[in-house]
DNA sequence: CCGAATCCTGTTTGATACTG
DNA sequence: CAGTATCAAACAGGATTCGG
């Protein structure tokens, strides 16, 4: 065979439909938040100091749309809102274990050998 | 304690730091088409049909500031030049190996539930 | 063959203010 | 409290052309 490249298609694929769920600067910090529990908006918003109500509530939007979380709206007043992750969401724990372990890995690389 | 949040900032700065170094586009493909071995810029460009001249490269050069990859100039006429995995990008492969399995995962969940 | 340079477009992100 | 609306800035990505 002369390229190695048309058997991994598939796993390509895989690899960037994931990266598409979790991309932006936003997705993971939210889905973390949400690790330890339902949340509030307001909550959340504490919880990622530096996030806008808007950038908030368009990524969330986009994570319930993947299922990755629930919206869970009670009527009272004023209104509140529960935010919480789907077992979907929850099955993104050994990806973002990974993800943590080589984020330090490369830290260790990069931070202390030159750059 | 009121806030979950505290201790583990720095956990998700490290899940940070590793989604700014494989985020975008290309930077996954390139480093899945360099794991089958040194490969050469137009190699590359025929792994991956659709990536242009100037992404390819602006990502190659990305890719070997933070150390993931290795640029190896030939001084041959024309000009020849091997691009491969450091040990570093190398590191990579459990993470990927995470992010394929949930894509897929994910594919599942999704594309056939509704949506 | 391996890019660099330039120009251009669409998407992402952000600041700020406002609403039920 | 939980967002929306609006506007502007930044960035990613693409098309094309050019050079050693």
Redesign the pocket.
Same mark, same amino acid.
């Given at each position: 065979m002369k390229s190695t490249e048309p058997a991994c298609q598939y796993e390509l694929k895989a690899a960037r439909d994931a990266m598409e769920v979790i991309q @932006? +600067?936003?997705r993971i910090p939210i889905v973390i938040a949400l690790t330890y529990g339902v949340k #509030?908006? @307001?909550e959340i918003q504490r919880d990622i100091p530096d996030? *806008? &109500? +808007?950038?908030l *509530?368009q990524e969330l939007k986009a994570l319930e749309e993947n299922k990755l979380i629930m #919206?869970k709206l009670y009527d009272s007043m &004023? !209104?509140? !809102?529960e935010y919480s992750l789907t077992p979907l969401g929850l099955s993104l724990q050994n990806l973002l274990v990974e993800l943590r372990n080589w984020g330090k890995h490369f830290r260790k690389e990069i931070i202390s050998s030159s750059d």
């Open positions: @932006g +600067k936003w #509030r908006f @307001g996030i *806008s &109500p +808007k950038m *509530s #919206r &004023p !209104v509140a !809102v």
